[in-house]
């Protein structure tokens, strides 16, 4: 079982940084997907970043420049690495392990909020 403790979150000024950390437990990690999700109150979760276990990244239009997605297979943690944050990168922030063997599965963090104010 797979169980996904993110860490990080609270309140910063626009403009200001932020670290994400999300620790897994179980084995599949390093041959996993890993991804970062928002919900904004009122609107849909979306995608943020993800990163394969080939360290492959994608990013969310509107993050491009600004986040950066890693991880640290030993430890078994993906990070995001938030700069120049605007108020509207306000929301709930979930991690996610995609597996694709021997099925694929979703498996998702509680979520930690972060706030912007501006």
């Known amino acids: 079982q797979v169980q996904l403790v993110e860490s990080g979150g609270g309140l910063v000024q626009a403009g200001g940084s932020l670290t994400l950390s999300c620790a897994s437990s179980?084995?599949?990690?390093?041959?996993?997907?890993m991804g970062w999700y928002r919900q904004a109150p009122g609107k849909q979760r979306e995608l943020v970043a993800t990163i394969t276990s080939g360290a492959t990244t994608n990013y969310e239009d509107s993050v491009k420049g600004r986040f950066t997605i890693s991880r640290d297979n030993a430890k078994n943690t993906v990070y995001l690495q938030m700069n120049s944050l605007k108020p509207e990168d306000t929301a709930v922030y979930y991690c996610?392990?995609?597996?694709?063997?021997?099925?694929?599965?979703?498996?998702w963090g509680q979520g930690t909020q972060v706030t912007v104010s501006s």
């Open positions: 996610n392990l995609h597996r694709t063997w021997p099925m694929n599965k979703d498996y």
């Open positions: 179980g084995s599949i990690f390093s041959i996993s997907t």
